[in-house]
């Protein structure tokens, strides 16, 4: 019986192994291996001086409807290119109009974004990539300057890549040594494919911008990014410049977060995100979420809002997105609803960013001592509209006014009420602390806290939401005013848009505010 257990266990053992195929020995593209010669006369950007790039789809194709239509036949954008007649990831004349467009949006590189799955090599993220190559040398023949080459790794293939030899899916594990070097075996591929000359770079070494974390199956944090590095250097004779977005574990040379066109700008201290609006409405299966464009006004505000900072105390990189994801709605490219409008916004506020400028607009709270919410009369602190994870309603309550927490449909647990800070007041207390007073009724919840958006990296990404403790509600039903103090404050909206939320939890989860004030001290 013994010895038919182990016979089984291995032959099922066997089984599940034998489905994982090999990683391809050989990269697909003529640049490989490479050696620090082969960089010598690369041009590249500083770390600190302004720049901007934008993440380039390349995955369209008119020929055979891919991410054009449906499979039921219906539209799979929101919004669309200006002309279709030439639109495909195969014909290096469509990449030439697009880069032609970027130049003329004052961007200063392109990420393609990139579903390399290694060894499918077939696949219209490496089929894409010799044609783009080919529109820029050609670009680069006629005497201008295309922009710079980096990668976008979409980590969404660590989870759908379909890369076991029955055509199921390999769930990267990045704490195995087979994990890793399937991670970084997607990126070498793509590097390969395109001249060291092209590459968008950070003081010499090629950018990288990851994706979200959730796709890998494990995290290694002390090996995961290190790996990387190691076998580029050794691989192409220069380390990479590794973007993570917040989620990724582990040293990067910077940090960012996806979601500008939904919230921008988000910024971190090497990168702000941000975009022109949010609609998915072309996408099936997806629950409405739609951020409207309100005729380019989004973008202004998101862009002078990014240009208000002191030059020296803003990121440096700005990652606009996107160049033409259509499926989403975020595009600035040249197209059918908004011709060059956003092409041409971008180029004003790209030249603004070049150059450090800084705007500055008239608020009665730059010197303010304090900012105030109430519902009646808010004076520099503005209740976010009620939406989200953070619902909420106006009641009167003792002959004033005061709002409550509602259902959240995204938590059984917790309610959210999100407040947003004047921006000329957050800009004289960046990492500074202020003292916040909420003014509540002390019933429903049985607790609240506060989270904020903190220059210190504690809490969940990186600090966007630093948690600064919690008051108990007794359930005397008189108004009670808390006190919390908020160290290191950043106040950028990285907060789900915004700078700060209240956090309510237990009992009923009902918590009603009249007064939230935040004074410095």
Not at 217 to 239: I, M
Not at 260 to 269: C, D, K, M, S, Y
Not at 357 to 377: C, H, K, M, N
Request: hydrophobic share 40%; charged share 20%.
């Amino acid at each position: 019986m013994h010895t038919v257990t182990v016979a089984l266990l291995s032959m099922l053992c066997w089984g599940a192994v034998g489905q994982v195929r090999e990683l391809p020995a050989d990269a697909p593209g003529a640049f490989f291996p490479l050696r620090a010669r082969d960089h010598r006369d690369a041009g590249s950007f500083q770390r600190g001086r302004p720049v901007v790039g934008t993440t380039y789809f390349y995955w369209y194709d008119i020929d055979s409807n891919a991410h054009i239509f449906d499979g039921d036949g219906s539209d799979a954008m929101t919004t669309h290119p200006a002309d279709m007649t030439d639109l495909s990831y195969k014909r290096a004349s469509w990449h030439q109009s697009q880069l032609l467009d970027v130049m003329d949006a004052g961007i200063d590189f392109v990420m393609p974004v990139y579903w390399g799955v290694p060894g499918d090599y077939d696949g219209w993220s490496f089929a894409g990539l010799p044609p783009l190559v080919e529109a820029h040398s050609e670009l680069e023949k006629a005497g201008l300057n295309p922009p710079a080459i980096g990668l976008f790794y979409d980590t969404s293939i660590l989870q759908w890549n379909r890369f076991n030899a029955d055509g199921s899916s390999y769930h990267v594990d990045l704490t195995t040594d087979f994990g890793k070097r399937w991670f970084y075996t997607a990126i070498r591929d793509f590097f390969s494919l395109i001249p060291p000359a092209k590459w968008a770079r950070v003081d010499g070494k090629p950018i990288i911008f990851f994706y979200e974390a959730a796709f890998a199956a494990k995290q290694d944090p002390e090996r995961q990014f290190a790996f990387v590095k190691e076998r580029f250097a050794a691989d192409f004779g220069v380390e990479p410049f590794l973007v993570k977005s917040a989620g990724w574990q582990g040293q990067a040379d910077a940090v960012y977060s996806w979601g500008g066109a939904v919230n921008g700008p988000i910024l971190f201290e090497d990168v702000a995100a941000l975009g022109p609006g949010y609609d998915h409405s072309a996408v099936p299966g997806r629950q409405p979420l739609i951020v409207e464009r309100c005729d380019g006004q989004t973008y202004i505000e998101r862009w002078t809002k990014l240009l208000q900072l002191p030059p020296g105390q803003r990121p440096w990189m700005v990652h606009v997105e996107t160049w033409n994801e259509w499926h989403e709605g975020t595009d600035v490219a040249r197209s059918r609803e908004y011709g060059r409008g956003y092409i041409v916004l971008t180029k004003l506020f790209a030249d603004m960013w070049h150059t450090d400028t800084q705007l500055r607009f008239g608020s009665p709270y730059t010197d303010a001592e304090r900012i105030v919410w109430e519902a009646e009369a808010p004076k520099g602190l503005t209740l976010r509209p009620s939406g989200g994870d953070g619902n909420w309603q106006i009641i009167e309550h003792d002959g004033s006014e005061a709002v409550v927490t509602l259902p959240n449909p995204h938590s059984q647990t917790t309610r959210y009420l999100y407040f947003d800070v004047d921006d000329a007041f957050a800009f004289g207390v960046r990492g500074k602390s202020v003292a916040l007073a909420v003014t509540h009724r002390d019933a429903g919840c049985t607790s609240f806290g506060v989270d904020y958006d903190s220059t210190v990296s504690e809490g969940p990404l990186e600090g966007s939401f630093r948690p600064a403790g919690s008051v108990a509600v007794a359930g005397s039903g008189q108004w009670k005013t808390a006190h919390f103090a908020l160290p290191e404050c950043r106040f950028a909206g990285r907060c789900n848009g915004v700078d700060l939320r209240l956090v309510a939890t237990g009992g009923n989860m009902e918590l009603a505010v009249r007064r939230v004030e935040i004074a410095k001290p």
